[in-house]
């Protein structure tokens, strides 16, 4: 099974402020996703990476959200103005093997007050 | 909209027991299907896939798939405690590699 870790773990910021959430599989892949879990609600996909493109976004994922792979390990993926609404659990997912099954990283918690 | 719908729960089962968990599905074209356990305040883990109508069995889990009645079940043999959690169902499309939740099964296994 593939692995990924993310960091922070948790994160806390101010309403209007940028963040940036990593990801970093321990092994080159291809594919990589983002999906975000608001508390109690559904895991909601946002964004499939690749070959260092964008190949799907969601109706969530407007002009604030932007992904990146900047060194061609770490996957980024940052809200350039953080709402209130943007408070929720933020998991990356990779692709394993020549299946289309996804691994899920452990997440990141973002708090926005 | 293509959807995913599930009991949200809690399906109660006393240890040892078969806990059978269920999913229907909307979009008539999806291909892929997916379930995942996922502890509270934890990630989803990737329990099993199945591609074809049928059974596939993996040691205690068992999935079915029906795409006629676009219906995806898990069974749960010799339920443990530990297998107490929330079973989210999860379907990829046949021209999309993003998966579609549904809201998830609460599963509670009684010592």
């Known amino acids: 099974e593939p692995e990924v870790t993310q960091t922070p773990s948790h994160q806390v910021t101010q309403m209007g402020q940028e963040v940036i959430l990593r990801c970093v599989p321990i092994?080159?892949?291809?594919?990589f996703y983002w999906y975000r879990q608001i508390l109690g609600q559904k895991v909601e996909f946002l964004v499939s990476?690749?070959?260092?493109?964008?190949?799907?976004k969601s109706e969530i994922f407007d002009d604030q959200f932007s992904v990146e792979r900047p060194d061609g390990s770490n996957f980024t993926l940052k809200i350039r103005s953080t709402k209130l609404e943007d408070s929720a659990m933020y998991f990356c997912?990779?692709?394993?093997?020549?299946?289309?099954?996804?691994?899920f990283g452990p997440g990141t918690r973002l708090t926005v007050l | 909209q293509k959807e995913v719908e599930q009991n949200s729960g809690p399906l109660s089962v006393p240890e040892g027991a078969i806990a059978s968990l269920n999913c229907t599905y909307s979009?008539?074209?999806?291909?892929?299907f997916f379930w995942y356990r996922q502890y509270s305040g934890k990630s989803p883990e990737l329990i099993m896939f199945?591609?074809?109508?049928g059974d596939k069995e993996d040691g205690r889990f068992t999935a079915q798939l029906n795409k006629a009645s676009q219906y995806v079940s898990l069974l749960i043999r010799d339920s443990q405690p530990s297998d107490s959690a929330t079973y989210l169902c999860?379907?990829?499309?046949?021209?999309?590699?993003?998966?579609?939740f549904g809201s998830g099964t609460r599963l509670l296994v009684r010592p």
């Open positions: 199945i591609y074809s109508n």
């Open positions: 990476f690749y070959n260092n493109e964008i190949s799907e």
């Open positions: 997912a990779i692709q394993g093997g020549l299946s289309d099954t996804q691994y």
């Open positions: 092994s080159n892949h291809l594919y």
């Open positions: 979009d008539r074209g999806s291909q892929s």
């Open positions: 999860a379907v990829m499309g046949d021209s999309s590699y993003k998966l579609i």
